[in-house]
């Protein structure tokens, strides 16, 4: 139990945090300002990370729960990362 409450709150975040960056960042993109992208996705990243806890929680399969919330925030992240660099012509 003590792992699934550390994967939920941890991974949950780390996974909100990456929703929220893509959200922005895809924001952005779509001709918002850049300040008003960064506090709507922050704004909704409470909400956001609300949902995983809860899911997190009432998710029986540790398994996947791990994947969700340890690996899905890494490739999101990547995304954004390659993205970015791309689009900024680093690479």
């Not at 994967?7 to 929220?20: N, P, S």
């Not at 990370?49 to 990547?78: D, H, K, M, N």
Request: with cysteine; aromatic share 8%; hydrophobic share 65%.
């Amino acid at each position: 139990m003590a792992l699934r409450i550390a994967v939920a709150v941890a991974g949950g975040y780390c996974l909100a945090a990456a929703i929220v960056s893509l959200g922005a960042y895809a924001l952005k993109l779509s001709g918002m300002a850049r300040s008003e992208a960064v506090v709507l996705s922050a704004m909704s990243g409470f909400v956001v990370y609300l949902l995983i806890l809860l899911w997190g929680f009432c998710e029986t399969s540790l398994r996947r729960l791990l994947w969700a919330l340890v690996v899905l925030p890494a490739a999101l992240q990547g995304i954004v990362y390659v993205t970015a660099k791309a689009l900024a012509g680093g690479g």
